[in-house]
């Protein structure tokens, strides 16, 4: 299929998605380059679920540093078909690093019949627009974490994966870790005997963005990249993930660290609880409403998180009695479980315990086996081709980010919370649920029904 062919299919995913229009590139037109496009080779025709021998070709969607960590873990099972991202120069780099082509609009990729599945690596907002969009479109998605910006969102999506019966992996690795397993199976087999706390790392809320602007990179369309929030003036400590301070720790593009690496703490408990499709039903934080600093200037993190972590550790009781808490020092990517026969510790592919002989039991002793999957997105491309849901399913990757969403609007709210994880809402508490999702900029909305 040419590239003039192409371009006339876009009517088809436009009216699809509602018409939400992104940035174009704004590079001199040439025989390769029409509307941030570059097609190297024609395009295969259409296919259902690739055969049991055939590679996965795959679109890449936001392709910065985490979305080229991804690109460069690519199992042989899969092949790169694509790359999209707003930053122009982002995406032809990484592009002629895969040989594949590129687009500074995403909806161009999902157009394409060769494009089984994609890569969503975007930062935190532009996660759940262009997973639903990947369902409309019937693409498979790996998905970074966390998986939503809001509560309400999240749940939209796994209605839309559902609904589409796509295959969707949260980029919560640690599941697929072998002392991550190996933890988490020790405490579903009692192990350390009936759990009644976990301690985890009292991660800090996001803060607000005071950041004057700069010149606008040439390539980049900051009006794109800003997407559903409102637009701010660029700057480039806002637009890297983790500089001084970047995105990840300003509230308008992130849940701070409580939504980054919280994501994988709290899925590690939600794994070993067996809570995966539930949630605590009470939460609380110490410390009153807090109150988040905003940065005027370029400066690094440690400011803000600790203001916006030191005197609010926050609380959270399931409905089974257990009791989570957030404690500075702790575990940030896995968690320490306290039962009445000693502790449990998960770190970063870390295992210990106290006393030291609970880690010492074989394999074949625990009654409760965890599956043995060693490579996520392997998982991911080898459900995509069973049909079979991977370890970090869209439910799954859901209730986590909810977890880490309960976390930050309790400290936001600044007193004890309800939380019925059921209906996903807080009973009886119009201010609470008022942090369920938030307005976004037209035309970068979600469609009305998926």
């Known amino acids: 299929m040419t590239k003039t062919n192409r371009i006339a299919r876009r009517p088809f995913l436009s009216g699809l998605i509602g018409g939400l229009m992104l940035g174009t590139s704004t590079a001199p037109r040439s025989p390769t380059v029409l509307l941030g496009v570059h097609v190297l080779a024609s395009q295969s025709s259409g296919r259902s679920t690739p055969g049991a021998t055939e590679r996965i070709g795959l679109g890449f969607i ?22 999209a991202d707003v930053d122009l120069r982002r995406a032809q780099e990484a592009a002629q690093r895969a040989s594949c082509d590129w687009y500074t609009d995403y ?9 089984d599945a994609v890569v969503i690596a975007t930062p935190d907002h532009w996660h759940v ?10 693409k498979d998605i790996y998905l970074e974490k966390p998986l939503s910006l809001t509560i309400r969102e999240g749940r939209l999506l796994v209605d839309a994966v559902r609904k589409h019966a796509r295959v969707l992996q949260t980029g919560t690795q640690r599941r697929s870790m072998r002392f991550h397993r190996l933890g988490c199976e020790l405490v579903r087999n009692g192990v350390a005997g009936k759990i009644h706390t976990v301690l985890i790392e009292n991660y800090p809320s996001p803060w ?3 950041l004057p602007g700069q010149p606008v990179p040439e390539g980049l369309d900051w009006n794109a990249w800003c997407g559903p929030t409102e637009v701010v003036p660029y700057h480039e400590d806002i637009f890297i993930q983790r500089a001084n301070p970047g995105w990840i720790s300003f509230r308008p593009w992130s849940g701070g660290e409580m939504t980054g690496t919280g994501a994988h703490g709290f899925d590690q408990i939600q794994w070993s609880l067996e809570c995966d499709h539930t949630g605590p039903v009470e939460i609380w934080s110490e410390g009153g409403k807090l109150q988040a600093p905003v940065y005027y200037e370029p400066e690094g993190r440690q400011r803000g998180d600790r203001l916006c972590s030191e005197g609010h550790r926050v609380r959270m009781r399931y409905a089974n009695g257990i009791v989570i808490r957030l ?4 575990s940030a990517a896995g968690a320490t479980f306290i039962g009445d026969l000693g502790k449990i510790r998960v770190g970063n592919n870390e295992l210990s315990a106290n006393p030291e002989d609970l880690i010492r039991v074989k394999p074949d002793e625990l009654k409760f086996r965890l599956p043995e999957i060693n490579n996520h997105m392997e998982n991911w491309l080898d459900c995509i081709k069973t049909r079979e849901r991977p370890i970090a399913d869209v439910e799954i990757g859901h209730r986590t980010a909810t ?3 309960l976390g930050n609007i309790v400290r936001w709210i600044g007193r004890p919370l309800r939380w019925d994880p059921e209906k996903e809402l807080f009973p009886e508490d119009k201010e609470a649920n008022q942090y369920l ?10 469609p009305e029904t998926v």
Not at 71 to 77: E, L, N, Q, Y
């Open 62 to 83: 936001g392709v910065g540093r985490r979305g080229q960590q991804l690109m460069s873990s690519v199992p042989p099972m899969g092949r790169i078909v694509a790359v």
């Open 107 to 115: 909806r161009h990729l999902l157009d394409r019949q060769d494009v």
């Open 129 to 138: 627009i262009p997973a639903i969009h990947a369902c409309l479109a019937r």
């Open 208 to 210: 607000e963005c005071g």
């Open 327 to 330: 404690e500075p020092g702790e």
């Open 403 to 405: 977890i880490c969403h």
């Open 437 to 446: 999702d938030r307005p976004r900029r037209k035309p970068y909305t979600l």
